[in-house]
C-alpha cells in the first residue's frame, strides 16, 4: 500500500531587506490586471505562484495553441525525425483550404518551403496555413499531429488541456487549456530546447517573399528581457497572451486570457509582470547537489537515499517581508529499490511567510541498489522489508 508520508525539514527566517517606507506590505497587483478575466504570474526560478486569478479554469486558446506545435515540432527536430532546412511541398487542399482564413503566410499549391519557414511562420507571424502545413509534412496529417500534442500535454502534466487542431483556430471548444497548464508548456519550450526556442520563439519580424512580415507579440522589443511566447485571439476567446521575461536571473511567465480589447491584453500582462519584478524579491537559496534530507527505502543496499532538487530554485518573497520559511519533505512511500540518481522521488513542501504551501521537485542525490543477502536480512530485521 502507497502512504503519503512527510518529514518536517526545516522553520525558520530567510532575512530580506526591507525597502521604503511601507516595507513588509505588499501591494497588490495594478487595477489594470482586473480586465484579465485569467490571469496567472509565476516565477519559475523560484517555482512559486505570484499571482493567480481562475488559474484552473478551462479557456479557449485561439492561437496560443501554436505554442504546443512549436514544442512538438522541437522535440521530432531534437530526436533528428524532422530537419530544419528539409523543404516542404505544400499539398494543393491545404493551401486552398486555409487561404484567407485568419492569419497566414498565403501558402500556394505545391510550393516549396522548408521546415524553418514554416516555423517561424508559426512562432512569429502566427500562420494558420504554416502550423497545418508542417503537421502534415512531420507526421502525415493533422490527426497524428495532434495525437502528438495531446500525448506530450500528458506528460507534462497538463491535465485541464486538450488539443485538437495544430493552429487553434475555433473548433467548438474541442481545444482548450488552462493558464496553469500554459505555463508548464512554456517552462518545457524554455528549460527542453533552449537553442530552438531563442532561435525561434520572440522574433520580431520574419522575411516572406520579400516582404517583412511582423508579430502581434506584445512583451517582444517593448518589455525588457522579454522572449515571447504566444498571442492567441478569436471572438469566442478574446485577447489571450502567453509570456516570458528574465530579468537579473529570474524568469517570470505570464498568462491572461478572455481580455476584450488588444490594448488591454498588452497592458494587463505588462503591468503584472512589472509587479512580479517590483513587488517580489528573489535570491540564491537552493542548489543541486544540496543534500536536504532523506527518505526511507525498502529492499535497497541503504536504507535511506539523501534527497536534493533537479535544478537551482530561488526563494521568492514579497518585498520587505521577513520570509519565514517552513519546509517538509512529502513522498509516497515507502520507496522501492533500485532508485536511481536523480530519479524523482517526491518534493519539498514550503509555507513561506504563512502564505500557501506550494511544493518543488524533489530527486535522488544518489542511487540505491537492491538488497544483497545480508541488507535483506537486516532490513528484515528492522522491518523494512513488506
Same mark, same amino acid.
Given at each position: 500500500?502507497?502512504?503519503?508520508?512527510?518529514?518536517?525539514?526545516?522553520a /525558520?527566517?530567510?532575512?530580506?531587506a !526591507?525597502?521604503g517606507?511601507d516595507?513588509?506590505?505588499?501591494a497588490?497587483?495594478?487595477?489594470?490586471?482586473a480586465?484579465?478575466?485569467?490571469?496567472?504570474?509565476?516565477?519559475?526560478?523560484a517555482g512559486?505562484?505570484?499571482?493567480?486569478?481562475?488559474a484552473?479554469?478551462r479557456?479557449?486558446?485561439?492561437?496560443?495553441?501554436k505554442?504546443m *506545435?512549436?514544442?512538438?515540432a522541437?522535440?521530432l527536430i531534437?530526436a533528428?525525425?524532422?530537419?530544419?532546412?528539409?523543404v516542404?511541398?505544400?499539398?494543393p487542399?491545404?493551401?486552398?483550404r486555409?487561404a484567407?482564413?485568419g492569419?497566414?503566410?498565403?501558402?500556394?499549391?505545391?510550393?516549396?518551403v522548408t521546415?524553418?519557414?514554416?516555423l517561424?511562420g508559426?512562432?512569429?507571424?502566427?500562420?494558420?496555413?504554416?502550423?497545418?502545413a508542417?503537421?502534415?509534412?512531420a507526421?502525415?496529417?493533422?490527426e497524428?499531429?495532434?495525437?502528438?500534442?495531446?500525448?506530450?500535454? !500528458?506528460q507534462?502534466?497538463?491535465?485541464?488541456?486538450?488539443? !485538437?487542431t495544430?493552429?487553434?483556430?475555433?473548433d467548438? /471548444?474541442? *481545444?482548450?487549456? *488552462?493558464?496553469?497548464?500554459?505555463?508548464?508548456l512554456?517552462q518545457?519550450?524554455i528549460n527542453?530546447?533552449?537553442?530552438l526556442?531563442?532561435a525561434?520563439?520572440?522574433q520580431?519580424a520574419m522575411d516572406?517573399?520579400?516582404a517583412r512580415?511582423?508579430s502581434?507579440?506584445?512583451f517582444?522589443?517593448?518589455v525588457?528581457g522579454a522572449?515571447?511566447?504566444?498571442t492567441?485571439h478569436?471572438?469566442?476567446?478574446?485577447f489571450?497572451?502567453l509570456? !516570458?521575461?528574465?530579468?537579473?536571473?529570474?524568469?517570470?511567465?505570464?498568462?491572461?486570457?478572455?481580455?476584450?480589447t488588444e490594448p488591454?491584453?498588452a497592458?494587463?500582462?505588462?503591468?503584472l509582470v512589472?509587479?512580479?519584478y517590483?513587488?517580489?524579491?528573489?535570491?540564491e537559496w537552493?542548489h543541486?547537489?544540496?543534500?536536504?534530507?532523506?527518505v526511507?527505502?525498502?529492499?535497497?543496499?541503504a536504507?535511506s537515499?539523501?534527497?536534493?532538487?533537479?535544478?537551482d530554485f530561488?526563494?521568492?518573497?514579497?518585498?520587505?517581508?521577513?520570509?519565514r520559511?517552513?519546509?517538509r519533505?512529502v513522498?509516497?512511500?515507502?520507496?522501492?529499490?533500485?532508485?536511481t540518481? /536523480?530519479?524523482?522521488v517526491? /518534493?519539498?513542501?514550503l509555507?513561506?511567510?504563512?502564505?500557501?504551501?506550494?511544493?518543488?521537485?524533489?530527486?535522488?542525490a544518489?542511487?540505491v541498489?537492491p538488497a544483497?543477502p545480508?541488507?535483506?536480512?537486516?532490513n528484515?530485521?528492522?522491518?523494512?522489508w513488506?
Open positions: 500500500m502507497t502512504i503519503r508520508r512527510s518529514l518536517l525539514l526545516l /525558520g527566517f530567510v532575512p530580506v !526591507a525597502t517606507s516595507a513588509g506590505r505588499q497588490g497587483p495594478p487595477a489594470i490586471t480586465k484579465a478575466p485569467v490571469a496567472l504570474l509565476v516565477d519559475l526560478s512559486r505562484t505570484l499571482y493567480a486569478r481562475q484552473e479554469k479557456i479557449l486558446p485561439a492561437s496560443m495553441t505554442a *506545435t512549436t514544442l512538438v522541437f522535440d531534437a533528428g525525425k524532422l530537419k530544419e532546412d528539409a516542404v511541398t505544400v499539398r487542399e491545404t493551401a486552398a486555409w484567407g482564413r492569419t497566414t503566410l498565403n501558402l500556394r499549391p505545391n510550393e516549396q521546415v524553418s519557414g514554416l517561424h508559426v512562432t512569429t507571424v502566427s500562420a494558420n496555413d504554416a502550423a497545418v508542417l503537421a502534415e509534412a507526421l502525415g496529417s493533422t497524428a499531429w495532434t495525437t502528438a500534442m495531446n500525448a506530450r500535454a !500528458a507534462l502534466g497538463m491535465t485541464g488541456s486538450h488539443f !485538437a495544430p493552429n487553434g483556430f475555433p467548438r /471548444g474541442a *481545444t482548450y487549456v *488552462t493558464a496553469r497548464d500554459l505555463v508548464r512554456a518545457a519550450l527542453d530546447h533552449p537553442a526556442y531563442h525561434y520563439v520572440g520580431q516572406w517573399r520579400g512580415l511582423t502581434h507579440d506584445p517582444v522589443g517593448v525588457p522572449d515571447g511566447i504566444k492567441g478569436t471572438f469566442e476567446a478574446g489571450n497572451f509570456g !516570458a521575461v528574465t530579468r537579473g536571473g529570474r524568469r517570470l511567465i505570464v498568462v491572461v486570457a478572455g481580455v476584450q488591454a491584453r497592458q494587463a500582462a505588462k503591468a512589472e509587479w512580479g517590483a513587488q517580489w524579491q528573489a535570491r537552493l543541486p547537489g544540496m543534500v536536504l534530507g532523506a526511507r527505502v525498502q529492499q535497497g543496499d536504507r537515499v539523501p534527497v536534493t532538487v533537479p535544478r530561488r526563494l521568492a518573497v514579497p518585498d520587505g517581508a521577513q520570509g520559511v517552513t519546509a519533505i513522498y509516497d512511500g515507502p520507496l522501492v529499490a533500485p532508485v540518481k /536523480g530519479a524523482p517526491g /518534493g519539498l513542501e509555507t513561506v511567510d504563512g502564505a500557501p504551501p506550494y511544493v518543488l521537485p524533489l530527486v535522488a544518489q542511487p541498489g544483497g545480508f541488507d535483506r536480512l537486516v528484515g530485521l528492522l522491518g523494512l513488506p
